[in-house]
């Protein structure tokens, strides 16, 4: 069964860091392309960031251009999301997903989904 889990995310101020990671199991995340994406009640959820299979190409939500950071580690099944300059807005709880393709972008229809991280910023 495939399974993503995430952890890392918390409460900090504005201006501040987090690091989200998302370990995968069950399958070789490598053939799948990885992403991020969040929700807030009452909203739609968006795509974050995603990172193609090998890991060469990133593609990012406007939002969080040059604040956000993806990255993955085949061999430890994993994707990171270095999160930077946090704001307020950016609050959210934060799902880690996979699609068996070796690219994706923020507004594909995932295959697998985490449980979510919450991620809160106070101003």
């Known amino acids: 069964q495939f399974q993503l889990a995430e952890s890392g995310g918390g409460s900090v101020q504005t201006g501040g860091s987090l690091r989200l990671s998302c370990v995968a199991s069950?399958?070789?995340?490598?053939?799948?392309?990885m992403g991020w994406f969040r929700q807030v009640p009452g909203k739609e959820r968006e795509g974050v960031a995603v990172?193609?299979?090998?890991?060469?190409?990133?593609r990012y939500a406007d939002s969080v251009k040059g604040r956000f950071t993806i990255s993955r580690d085949n061999a430890a099944n994993t994707v990171y999301l270095q999160m930077n300059s946090l704001k307020p807005e950016d609050t959210a709880m934060y799902y880690c997903?996979?699609?068996?393709?070796?690219?994706?972008?923020?507004?594909?229809?995932?295959?697998?989904w985490g449980q979510g991280t919450q991620v809160t910023v106070s101003s």
């Open positions: 997903a996979a699609v068996r393709s070796n690219w994706c972008t923020i507004s594909t229809m995932m295959d697998y």
């Open positions: 069950g399958y070789t995340a490598s053939y799948h392309c």
């Open positions: 990172v193609y299979s090998g890991g060469g190409v990133t």
